[in-house]
């Protein structure tokens, strides 16, 4: 089936409007200034498995994992103990003249399992902290080998890397940026590797040749002395699982080798495990990075923490330098939380006793699955890796328009889902799917069927309004 339909544009916004003048003393995180305070989210009782269940006692598939985080499943004992025993024995002691053995026995495990030489690790509180960090650890590194201009960060379109100010200044998502301020004089942004978007005309390989020239004309127009780090998730992931083309990776790790430009991979969503493995750069895309950022399914959402594994060769040439006052001035109340990682190391057994190999072996499954639903006209392409997955729909899948499509569609296709049993991850005009880890396949059946009843509705619910001729 072909569409060659338009749909109308229709409203933007993050959060489904509240009842009329309902206001909440709770404010959640992307609020429209136009319902700010008066948003109510649907709230979640409870969770097992790869299942939540919801205020109106439905049991729902969580499609996302919450954030990309419950990677271990909710409501998993062996988390819960490792959270509640270290809690009973030490809850916090401070990171600035303490240590502890949780935080001193996951930096070991992490060392041990990072590629290379990413032997050293700083803990944070989140993704945008580790982020925050990495940033702020290249521009003491310039400060300290006295290059004070090597700074500029490079990210690209389609891109997130946080809520930060310097992490957000990243970002190159539609609308992210669009009523915000950022840190625009630290920041330059290439093309996002999107090959579904790429311009009719060019192959996969000659998209990339454009990618690599692109970031080539960059370096030499700013220079390569200015620019400090190239920052990139390995898959973007919030910009709708866009994986990139083949060797675009590697060809950018080799342009950051040849100007000492650090690659920071950020893997908050795509380490510990889902693409099958603890880190994914060197396993699944073959880079080295300089920095590895993580967060979220380090410890499957069980407690906030978050971290950025850092090169030995970093740190030798910081203790050469010869400014012995120098002092990487940054580190978090909440840094090597004793709580958060005896969880990420309960957490890291779980995933190698039996969980990442899981992932392995459904992955492809999971993909050949989803893949059936681009029989669909609304859906234009599913793409993903491991067990993550984005549905993007267009109006017209000629010209792959998707933004002529009412903005809402993500959001329509999330509510007939959550009523057949699926939470969704809407995001404008896609759907994001990356499920617990321990998902069976049976659930992925169960999740592929109702996302494509839950789209079938909505092509109906679009013809039935005028919005789309199908
Ligand atoms: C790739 C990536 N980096 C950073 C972040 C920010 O993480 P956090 O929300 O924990 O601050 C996210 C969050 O989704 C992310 O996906």
């Given amino acids: 089936m072909k569409s060659t339909g338009q749909i109308k544009a229709g409203t933007v916004s993050e959060q489904m409007p509240s009842k009329e003048g309902c206001v909440t003393p709770l404010v959640q995180p ?3 200034a136009g319902n700010i305070g008066r948003t109510a989210l649907g709230e979640i009782l409870s969770g097992d498995g790869a299942y939540v269940t919801d205020a109106h006692g439905r049991r729902l598939i969580d499609g996302p994992a919450g954030m990309w985080c419950v990677n271990a499943g909710h409501r998993n004992s062996a988390l819960a103990d490792a959270l509640r025993d270290q809690a009973m024995q030490l809850t916090y002691t401070s990171p600035w003249y303490t240590s502890n053995n949780p935080a001193e026995k996951l930096a070991e495990m992490l060392s041990d399992r990072a590629p290379g030489d990413l032997k050293h690790v700083f803990f944070t509180t989140g993704g945008s902290s580790a982020v925050e960090t990495a940033l702020r650890l290249m521009q003491f590194y ?9 700074k500029l960060i ?7 890397h946080g809520s930060t100010y310097l992490s957000a200044s990243l970002n190159g998502r539609p609308r992210d940026l669009d009523w915000m301020d950022d840190a625009s004089v630290l ?3 290439l093309t996002g590797p999107n090959p579904f978007h790429r311009p009719a005309a060019l192959s996969i390989e000659a998209f990339e040749d454009f990618l690599e020239a692109e970031f080539r004309t960059m370096i030499s127009q700013e220079g390569a002395d200015r620019i400090g780090a190239f920052i990139a998730e390995p898959i973007q992931a919030s910009g709708g699982v866009l994986v990139p083309t083949p060797r675009y990776l590697e060809r950018m790790r080799a342009i950051c080798t040849e100007h000492d430009i650090l ?3 950020d893997e908050v969503v795509t380490a510990f495990g889902r693409l099958g493995h603890i880190f994914a750069s060197k396993d699944v895309f073959a880079i080295q990075p300089d920095m590895i950022t993580f967060a979220k399914g380090v410890t499957s959402g069980y407690f906030p923490l978050g971290g950025v594994m850092i090169s030995r060769r970093i740190f030798e040439e910081l203790r050469r330098s010869n400014h012995s ?18 969880v990420a190391i309960r957490n890291i057994e779980l995933l190698e006793d039996g969980i990442l190999e899981h992932v392995r072996a459904i992955a492809p499954y999971f ?6 639903l681009e029989s669909l006209a609304l859906v234009g392409e599913v793409r993903g890796a491991g067990l993550m997955a984005g549905i993007e729909c267009v109006a017209d899948r000629k010209s792959k328009n998707p933004l002529q ?55 109906d619910d679009l013809v039935r309004e005028g919005l789309w001729n199908g």
């Avoid at 006052?325 to 005896?342: E, K, L, Q, R």
Wanted: charged share 25%; aromatic share 6%.
């Fill in 30 to 32: 992307w609020p429209l």
């Fill in 142 to 150: 310039n400060n300290v080998r006295n290059r004070p201009e090597k």
């Fill in 154 to 160: 490079v990210s690209r379109q389609g891109s997130y």
């Fill in 187 to 189: 920041c330059r942004k």
């Fill in 263 to 265: 690659f920071i991979a």
């Fill in 325 to 342: 006052d120098a002092m990487f001035a940054h580190g978090f109340t909440y840094s090597s939380h004793p709580i958060g990682c005896a």
């Fill in 367 to 372: 993909q050949k699955r989803l893949k059936s």
């Fill in 405 to 459: 499509l009412d903005l809402e569609v993500g959001k329509r296709i999330d509510k007939h889902c959550q009523e057949l049993g699926l939470l969704v991850r809407p995001l404008i005009n896609m759907c994001v799917m990356s499920p617990p880890l321990v998902i069976t396949t049976d659930q992925i059946d169960d999740l592929v069927e109702i996302l494509r009843q839950g789209i079938s509705n909505t092509m």
